[in-house]
């Protein structure tokens, strides 16, 4: 059973400071998709990397995918209170069509 | 108007009822999944299906049932409500070329009694 492992699972910080996300599995995925989600709303997806050791940046958002296609994090510089949310790492597998999610992990950023 | 709607967005309902949730998309999309979301456990894939003729089930699939009316309708059936299916459900949609990128509707918040 593929798994994907998100941490921290929790997150309060103060505007300004910089933080990363890990998101990490013992199998290969042939891609890994972020998401944002905020109360009340669907997730959204964010971004989507395929190639191992691929680093896309989104703003202040920076996410990498690990050379051996296992692992992944999102790293958010400068961080402002609409950051705030649940992000969810996702792995996508070529065998069966499906993605699997993390646990998610809830950031709060205080003003 | 939203590409993925889902309708109802809140629903309370005693055990033993049956529930239907549904969705519907002006994506254009032909894979659509069915997704429950607990505290702590992120997003947990219930049914999926790559196309009209198409269906499977996910990882807990067991309690639910669905249909795929149309490529744009794929409703989630609850035949037997227990209070352990209180959760999020989320609808969401793909298209088969890229068909890790998923849209999601704004989910529906069922509590049972």
């Known amino acids: 059973t593929q798994l994907l492992e998100q941490s921290p699972q929790f997150l309060s910080i103060q505007e300004g400071e910089n933080l990363t996300v890990y998101c990490n599995s013992s199998?290969?995925?042939?891609?890994l998709q972020w998401y944002r989600q905020e109360p009340g709303e669907g997730p959204v997806l964010l971004v989507t990397v395929v190639t191992g050791g691929e680093v896309k940046k989104l703003k202040r958002l920076t996410f990498q995918f690990g050379d051996a296609r296992k692992d992944s994090s999102l790293h958010i510089t400068a961080a402002q209170p609409g950051d705030t949310g649940l992000y969810l790492c996702a792995g996508g597998s070529s065998n069966t069509g499906k993605l699997i999610f993390g646990q998610g992990t809830t950031l709060q950023v205080k003003p | 108007d939203a590409d993925v709607t889902q309708t109802p967005r809140n629903r309370i309902t005693k055990t033993g009822k049956r529930i239907m949730l549904e969705c519907s998309q002006t994506?254009?999309?032909?894979?659509m999944y069915w997704y429950r979301q607990d505290p702590g456990l992120g997003l947990r894939l219930i049914y999926y299906?790559?196309?009209?003729?198409?269906?499977n089930k996910g990882e807990i699939s067991d309690g639910y049932s669905v249909s795929r009316q149309a490529q744009a309708k794929f409703s989630l059936s609850l035949e037997s409500a227990i209070p352990n299916q209180t959760a999020l459900y989320f609808c969401a949609t793909s298209d088969g070329g890229r068909a890790w990128e998923q849209y999601f509707g704004p989910g529906t918040r069922l509590t049972v009694t």
């Open positions: 199998s290969v995925f042939s891609s």
């Open positions: 299906s790559f196309d009209v003729k198409d269906i």
């Open positions: 994506k254009g999309h032909d894979r």
